[in-house]
């Protein structure tokens, strides 16, 4: 059979450990086991029935559901995107600085390639989302990763300013934060704008958990000043809040310039996203659904429950994260310790302990560029989460 050989440019990156250990997870399941997979950032509550209904009601229609629409999105829905921004962040952009993409993975692929060249750096605060080093990489540029472990997760200044090199061209924002659920306040974001003012450093911001911040309020970095808006890319969707994670819509703002570029990228790759998918964005986007303060409500509550239960876990010790809905308890007392004849030598050994002996599912620290931790979703029935942490407290007694 022939070999063929691999381009250097995939070759730089790896899968998603995240969606493998879901999958894996599932797997196990499938085949009986009775297994809480807190792996996957997916919430658990269905697309409010309102958007589905419009959705149905298109399709009957047709017309314009079963067409193209321009490469960035339909235009009432550009529209509806900067009158999101300018409601809930005060950011005021034309309909012409507005990408609508196959998810916000999708919009800050689109923004990573239209603003990082080969050799270019990127500061990235970790813990990170996965795919944030993977992207950097395909489009040759160099992650720089600065470690938040000691700051409480947060990004400061003088971190910043140590980073920052001639070849710096971009540092990614994240807050609330995947994994962690910390939340940078505006005092935070604040300072490194201050940081940044005067150069050509781009910012990508991610938004994509605005709506589940559950003490105090979200701060746009863009909002934070003429400046900070002149050099950002906003990114967000409909995935977390409005539980829309299988229609895959994203969403970028930002630059005209470098909107154009993004625009220009998603051309030559998927032209418009799913035609039915942005008519139901158009619903989502008119008003936030009813049923978010109960699930914001229920996020707190099952957040508090699990964080305690943690804690009550020997050698586990777990924050309370100010957004999103995940955990991220520091592991590193169980460690170097066996549970029956395995020993724990790392984060990822640890997840594969707790897979197989306990049946639940978790990801290691390590893939978001912070050994000795680990990340559970609590985006799960509350059954499910009381079921996960018994067995986890369990395993911690087991422990030698």
Wanted: hydrophobic share 40%; aromatic share 8%; glycine share 8%.
């Amino acid at each position: 059979m022939t070999s063929l050989r691999l381009s250097r440019r995939v070759q730089r990156i790896q899968p998603s450990a995240t969606l493998a250990l879901t999958a894996r997870a599932k797997a196990l399941k499938a085949q009986g086991q009775d297994v809480v997979a807190l792996t996957a950032g997916e919430p658990d509550f269905e697309t409010p029935l309102h958007v589905r209904e419009s959705a149905v009601a298109e399709l009957k229609k047709g017309g314009v559901v079963g067409r193209y629409t321009p490469v960035a999105g339909l235009p009432d829905l550009l529209k509806a995107v900067a009158n999101k921004f300018q409601r809930d962040n005060g950011l005021t952009y034309k309909p012409e600085q507005v990408l609508v993409s196959c998810g916000a993975k999708h919009s800050i692929f689109n923004a990573i390639g239209a603003l990082v060249d080969d050799g270019d750096e990127v500061i990235v605060p970790a813990p990170y989302w996965v795919s944030y080093p993977e992207m950097i990489r395909f489009f040759g540029g160099t992650p720089v990763i600065v470690d938040t472990a000691a700051t409480g997760f947060v990004l400061t200044a003088d971190a910043l300013r140590k980073a920052i090199t001639p070849r710096t061209r971009v540092v990614i924002v994240n807050s609330p934060c995947n994994p962690t659920g910390a939340v940078w306040s505006g005092k935070d974001q604040q300072a490194i704008a201050d940081v940044l003012k005067g150069t050509d450093i781009a910012v990508i911001s991610d938004e994509i958990y605005e709506k589940l911040v559950y003490e105090g309020s979200h701060v746009a970095f863009a909002a934070l000043s003429p400046d900070a808006c002149s050099r950002t890319i906003t990114v967000n969707g409909v995935a977390k809040a409005y539980a829309m994670t299988g229609w895959r819509i994203g969403y970028a703002a930002g630059p005209q310039a470098v909107l154009a570029a993004m625009n220009a990228l998603q051309s030559h790759s998927t032209s418009n996203p799913t035609t039915v998918a942005q008519l139901a964005t158009l619903t989502a986007l008119a008003k936030d659904p009813e049923e978010l303060p109960l699930w914001r409500k229920q996020y707190q509550t099952r957040r508090d429950n699990l964080v305690k239960a943690l804690n009550a876990a020997p050698g586990l010790k777990c924050a309370t994260p100010g957004g999103a809905f995940y955990v991220f308890p520091d592991c590193r007392a169980w460690l170097g310790k066996r549970h029956g004849d395995l020993l724990l030598k790392d984060d990822a050994t640890l997840c594969e302990a707790l897979l197989t002996k306990a049946l639940v599912g978790g990801v290691p620290g390590s893939e978001f560029g912070a050994p000795g931790f680990l990340r559970f979703s609590y985006a799960a029935s509350d059954a499910e989460l009381a079921k996960a942490a018994e067995r986890i407290q369990r395993f911690g007694r087991e422990l030698q």
